[in-house]
């Protein structure tokens, strides 16, 4: 589970840097959503990988190394909303400045 779960952050990273590296701002802003997408599971991850650990309050368990963190799951939430907003800025900027300029391209003018 831990290897496939690094394997995917890698892919996801290695994509998102690819991405943002293009010269298309479209391009930009799916990079950067892999980027968010990596780092989100990246912290997920932090929280330890736990099947089947106990809910923050239950009966019977008094360790507190049996419940599972919620912690990490808050953190990520959050960064979800934050990412979604930001795209959303992002795509609107990316329309206008494709509307002023007639091109996709981040420095705003075609190569020849």
């Given at each position: 589970?831990?290897?496939?779960?690094?394997?995917?952050?890698?892919?996801?990273?290695?994509?998102?840097v690819?991405?943002?590296l293009?010269?298309?701002?479209?391009?930009?802003?799916?990079?950067?959503?892999?980027?968010?997408?990596?780092?989100?599971l990246?912290?997920?991850?932090?929280?330890?990988?736990?099947?089947?650990a106990?809910?923050?309050?239950?009966?019977?368990?008094t360790n507190?190394?049996?419940?599972a963190?919620?912690?990490?799951?808050?953190?990520?939430?959050?960064?979800?909303?934050i990412?979604?907003?930001?795209?959303?800025?992002?795509l609107?900027?990316?329309?206008?400045?494709?509307?002023?300029?007639?091109s996709?391209?981040?420095?705003?003018?075609?190569?020849?």
């Open positions: 589970m831990e290897l496939t779960l690094a394997i995917a952050i890698g892919v996801l990273t290695g994509s998102g690819w991405l943002i293009r010269p298309r701002t479209y391009q930009l802003v799916i990079g950067l959503s892999l980027l968010s997408y990596a780092v989100n990246f912290i997920f991850a932090m929280g330890r990988l736990r099947v089947g106990a809910p923050v309050l239950a009966d019977g368990v507190p190394a049996d419940y963190d919620p912690v990490p799951q808050a953190l990520v939430l959050t960064a979800i909303v990412g979604f907003a930001t795209t959303a800025l992002l609107v900027v990316l329309l206008v400045s494709r509307g002023l300029t007639g996709d391209h981040v420095d705003g003018r075609e190569s020849r």
